[in-house]
């Protein structure tokens, strides 16, 4: 199955900094990329739909000037958390779908673990 | 909006019994519904899409049931083993938003020799 790449797997940041993780198709191209948000015991929640070469969508309550996303590239969307917080340390995942893939398959990278001291 | 609901218990079976999961939702009428696997500290895989017009879908030793008039949605594993445990996502698209995902909180399943 296709394969999307998560960096970094771990990281740990004082609070106030600005922490990038960037999400990759290795083997595919991807129009779209979606970045969600787990916390512990909890679903997965949507934050966001990176879209290539033009402005992410938002999901209603995320803060787009907090959390930054670029799709500079069919196999690269980037997520940047901005002046973290501690409430910000959570599991970050992306997926992607094949641009004319199976209808809905998504695949998921590895997930992002951010913890905020 | 939207809901989906899984039983947020954990599901506990003996190796080689078969292991149902429930996922229901409201206030929608979906195009299809997926299944995923998680196991801790990773993301999803994707295990099985069943879409409206199917009643059924299997894969080796999994099973999707998809009744629209109840809004659910039925997932077996037959023969379970313990490398089956893991939590499983009940997921469906947004209403409108091809490809976009809403998951259920998903259900434990932890099968002991």
Redesign the interface.
């Known amino acids: ?1 296709a394969v ?1 790449s ?1 960096h970094p797997s771990r990281v740990i940041c004082k609070s106030g900094t600005s922490v990038k993780i960037e999400c990759r198709s290795l083997d595919f191209q991807a129009t ?1 990329m ?1 970045w ?1 948000r787990q916390f512990p ?4 929640m ?1 934050m966001a ?1 990176s879209n290539e070469g033009s402005k992410a969508t938002y999901e209603q309550g995320v803060e787009k000037d907090k959390f930054l996303i670029n799709h500079a590239s069919l196999t690269l969307s980037t997520l940047t958390v901005t002046s973290a917080h501690p409430e910000d340390s959570s ?1 970050y ?1 992306c ?1 992607a ?1 094949p641009s004319g893939g ?10 992002s ?1 951010l913890t905020v001291l | 909006s939207q809901k989906i609901e899984q039983n947020s218990e954990a599901l506990n079976i003996q190796e080689g019994k078969t292991a149902t999961l429930t996922c229901n939702y409201t206030n929608y009428s979906p195009a299809y519904l997926q299944w995923y696997r998680q196991d801790p500290g990773r993301g999803p895989v994707f295990l099985l899409l069943i879409r409206e017009n199917e009643k059924e879908k299997r894969k080796e030793r999994l099973k999707v049931t998809f009744d629209t008039t109840l809004k659910q949605s039925l997932f077996h594993i037959t023969a379970s083993q313990p490398a089956d445990s893991a939590t499983y996502l009940c997921a469906l698209p947004f209403s409108g938003g091809y490809n976009k995902l809403i998951f259920g909180a998903g259900t434990r399943l932890a099968v002991h020799p």
């Open positions: 199955g999307v998560q779209t979606f969600y015991k909890q679903s997965l949507l739909t599991f995942i997926s779908t199976v209808t809905g398959e998504l695949f998921f990278g590895e997930g673990r």
